[in-house]
């Protein structure tokens, strides 16, 4: 599975961006990027996933960078529901062709009032 | 459209003792996986089902097992509980009807084992 490195939390202001950064420098040619965000005492939901070009949806944008090794989530303006733990994931897919999120240990992010 | 469901919320076994989990997943969705959260271990992927068939398992014990009924509710069993399978145990379900499904997570079940 391919590796992904994300800082182990960041701080933010609320009503202000967020940029959350993600290297995947093994990353393959037909891996897709997810992000998913695990809000305190909740299992984790999805947020938003990329493969070449840069997505947006109501929740976040994904800014993928040209050579696909790294990746940055936005969120364009924080609030404190915002707060959670962010994970950066390439899922595999397995022999049984099955998908497997494997998750790391994610961003800790911290939105101030 | 309800989310995936998971019962019990809470529960607390002692050593030795066997469990099992229930997963609902979100109507029209065919796989269910099955992931462990510890504050040591973080998430870990324990298994997928889909059609009734497990098509991946992570690297856990014999003693954790799964099946997943033609309505595509799904249970996870553990036996001969230790200490350390106290975690949360989180199932997600997907359509998986092309590459990279999202993923939709229920609430989770806290096992405590005494």
């Known amino acids: 599975d391919a590796k992904t490195t994300q800082p182990n939390s960041m701080e933010s202001n609320e009503e202000e961006p967020v940029h959350l950064p993600c290297n995947h420098s093994?990353?393959?040619?037909?891996?897709?990027i997810h992000w998913y965000r695990q809000l305190p005492s909740q299992g984790p939901e999805y947020v938003i996933h990329?493969?070449?070009s840069n997505v947006n949806n109501r929740m976040a944008s994904l800014a993928i960078a040209e050579d696909r090794k790294s990746s940055t989530l936005i969120l364009h303006r924080a609030t404190l529901r915002d707060a959670a733990v962010y994970y950066c994931?390439?899922?595999?897919?397995?022999?049984?062709?099955?998908?497997?999120?494997?998750f790391g240990k994610g961003t800790k992010l911290t939105v101030n009032p | 459209k309800a989310g995936v469901t998971q019962t019990p919320r809470y529960l607390i076994k002692t050593r030795g003792q066997q469990v099992t989990l229930s997963c609902s997943p979100i109507?029209?969705?065919?796989?269910v996986s099955w992931y462990q959260q510890t504050p040591g271990q973080g998430l870990q992927f324990l298994f997928e089902?889909?059609?009734?068939?497990?098509?991946n398992k992570g690297n856990f014990p014999g003693r954790f097992s799964g099946r997943q009924f033609s309505n595509s509710r799904s249970e996870m069993n553990v036996s001969t509980l230790e200490l350390g399978d106290s975690a949360l145990y989180l199932c997600?379900?997907?359509?998986?009807?092309?590459?990279?499904?999202?993923?939709?997570f229920g609430p989770g079940t806290r096992l405590t084992v005494l």
């Open positions: 997600a379900s997907s359509l998986r009807d092309r590459a990279y499904n999202e993923q939709f």
């Open positions: 093994t990353i393959s040619g037909t891996d897709y």
């Open positions: 990329g493969l070449t």
């Open positions: 994931i390439l899922p595999g897919i397995t022999q049984g062709g099955s998908e497997k999120l494997v």
């Open positions: 109507s029209g969705h065919r796989s």
């Open positions: 089902y889909f059609s009734e068939t497990q098509r």
